[in-house]
């Protein structure tokens, strides 16, 4: 994430000390002070664009269900800014463990991000698996978002509409098969200014 710093000058403030002294000498001196301020990027989600809520599969089963869906989001980034995912379980999973080869209480997904920014918009992909702290595959996405983690955007994106994130499976049959019982994942997304 890129944060970015602009010097705005600002008006010579004057200051006034009353000066005692003989008759000759003026009441007052004129002190000169100059100011300068800097304003770093600031980067939210929209109040009203934080992407949250829940998704219930229809009919999952197992592996070969095929869905998909989108969380609407709007940014709140006056300049650079990365966007960042965090899955807790790193798939849709299930508290009761395998007890036999063959059978796995972890099912696979996929996490899409698209922010609409000024000039454009930047995309980034990742598989559900990448996004869980420890993962050893690399993800842009993955993390908390901070000046150099998670995924750049390069121009501000402010209070535009179209961004999202997106969680979704093909059909594609896996090697094990999933046991039985309610399975669920938890993302969070994070985003700040880049510097």
């Known amino acids: 994430m890129l944060a970015i710093g602009m010097a705005v000058p600002a008006a010579a403030q004057t200051a006034y000390f009353p000066v005692t002294g003989g008759p000759q000498s003026p009441t007052f001196i004129a002190v000169t002070v100059p100011v300068k301020a800097s304003i770093g990027g600031s980067c939210n989600f929209a109040t009203t664009g934080t992407p949250n809520g829940s998704y219930a599969i229809p009919g999952f089963v197992d592996t070969n269900t095929t869905w998909s869906n989108d969380f609407a989001m709007t940014l709140e ?3 650079p800014s990365r966007l960042a995912i965090s899955s807790l379980n790193g798939g849709l999973q299930t508290a009761a463990a395998p007890s ?16 609409v920014r000024t000039g454009g918009t930047t995309t980034g992909t990742c598989p559900a698996e990448a996004l869980k702290s420890g993962s050893l595959t690399v993800c842009d996405l993955r993390g908390t ?15 535009l509409s179209g961004s999202y994130v997106r969680v979704k499976a093909p059909a594609v049959p896996a090697a094990d098969i999933l046991i039985n019982g309610g399975y ?12």
């Open 145 to 159: 978002a901070s000046a150099s983690v998670g995924l750049a955007i390069p121009t501000a994106s402010f209070g």
């Open 100 to 115: 036999a080869p063959g059978y796995t209480n972890l099912a696979p997904y996929t996490v899409d991000v698209n922010v």
């Open 184 to 195: 669920s994942d938890t993302l969070i997304i994070t985003v700040s200014p880049a510097s």
């Open 77 to 79: 980034c006056t300049g």
